[in-house]
């Protein structure tokens, strides 16, 4: 709408606001082509069906299965136990873990603030405790046997 002319003045409101005339794309001109070149709506149509036969539908794939939900191998073994929440938690606010009390087949027995719940294993993740090997001491250096230099360097050199 922008590029039509206007008949009172003789040019496009592009024109008077920009000063010039907007570059369109090809489609938005009609092509100058014989009118013998023209598509007649039988043969629109006749090229429509020729292509709708020429399509190969693809199966649709099932995505929502609940066959194939993974559960974590560990999980049977696990004492203590993760569960996902699906809510907005508080700023800080841990996932703590929970002990298990009884395993079933789909589903867990878990203690949840001095309380038994149900709880589906599509939810749970085995927690895994960190063991510490070493000693608290042999981790960080010992800075009393570095001899101490007599001068001190500061930031500003």
Do not use: W
């Not at 024109?15 to 907007?22: D, K, M, R």
């Not at 794939?61 to 508080?90: G, K």
């Not at 395993?103 to 867990?108: C, D, G, L, S, V």
């Amino acid at each position: 709408m922008r590029a039509c002319l206007k008949d009172d003045v003789g040019v496009s409101p592009a024109e008077l606001v920009y000063g010039q005339c907007l570059c369109l794309p090809g489609e938005f001109i009609r092509d100058s082509a014989p009118l013998s070149r023209m598509l007649t709506e039988a043969d629109l149509v006749q090229n429509l069906r020729t292509f709708a036969r020429k399509l190969c539908p693809v199966s649709a794939s099932h995505h929502s299965s609940d066959d194939h939900s993974f559960v974590h191998p560990d999980l049977q073994s696990a004492s203590h136990v993760f569960i996902c929440r699906d809510t907005i938690r508080r700023p800080l606010e841990q996932p703590c873990p929970y002990k298990v009390l009884r395993r079933k087949k789909k589903f867990f027995c878990i203690e949840i603030n001095r309380k038994e719940a149900t709880v589906s294993i599509d939810r749970l993740k085995p927690e895994y405790f960190l063991v510490d090997q070493s000693s608290p001491h042999s981790s960080f250096p010992d800075h009393r046997s570095n001899p101490a230099s007599g001068s001190v360097v500061t930031s500003s050199g």
